[in-house]
């Protein structure tokens, strides 16, 4: 979290801090400490996937792969390589999600869900 904050407030109390991923929030990070500051989206040095309507939409804050990169990918080849590639990336070391990822988390889920989500409406816009 710290890693992606524009600024640290002085005196940042130690606290925990939660993620909050719904699209129609624009708080980021909350304690249940409510004396303690939230941080919203725009006090993050980068976008918020989860919470992005417009391009560049990130789904990999590693290596950078956008929403509209596994689209176009798909469109063009009817499939994606996308989470194979990060595999091979993180087998090899280059992963930081930790502190790259405004959740924390490993990306590969939400990868992983895009692909399905764009396959699936792929498939829909063929019937």
């Given at each position: 979290?710290?890693?992606?904050?524009?600024?640290?407030?002085?005196?940042?109390?130690?606290?925990?801090?939660y993620?909050?991923?719904?699209?129609e929030?624009?708080?980021?990070?909350?304690?249940?400490?409510?004396?303690?500051?939230?941080?919203?989206?725009?006090?993050?040095?980068?976008?918020?996937?989860?919470?992005?309507?417009?391009?560049?939409?990130?789904?990999?804050?590693c290596?950078?792969?956008?929403?509209?990169?596994?689209?176009?990918?798909?469109?063009?080849?009817?499939?994606?390589?996308?989470?194979?590639?990060?595999?091979?990336?993180?087998?090899?070391?280059?992963?930081?999600c930790?502190?790259?990822?405004?959740?924390?988390?490993c990306?590969?889920?939400?990868?992983?869900?895009?692909?399905?989500?764009?396959?699936r409406q792929?498939?829909?816009?063929?019937e």
């Open positions: 979290m710290k890693s992606l904050l524009r600024r640290l407030p002085l005196g940042m109390p130690n606290t925990q801090y993620f909050c991923d719904s699209s929030c624009e708080v980021v990070y909350f304690p249940l400490d409510t004396q303690a500051p939230l941080f919203r989206r725009g006090d993050l040095m980068v976008r918020v996937g989860s919470k992005e309507t417009e391009e560049p939409i990130p789904v990999c804050y290596f950078g792969f956008t929403r509209k990169e596994i689209e176009e990918e798909i469109a063009e080849t009817g499939r994606s390589t996308v989470a194979d590639r990060i595999k091979t990336e993180v087998n090899a070391g280059n992963c930081s930790e502190v790259k990822n405004p959740s924390g988390k990306c590969l889920g939400d990868v992983t869900r895009t692909v399905r989500d764009r396959l792929k498939g829909e816009s063929k």
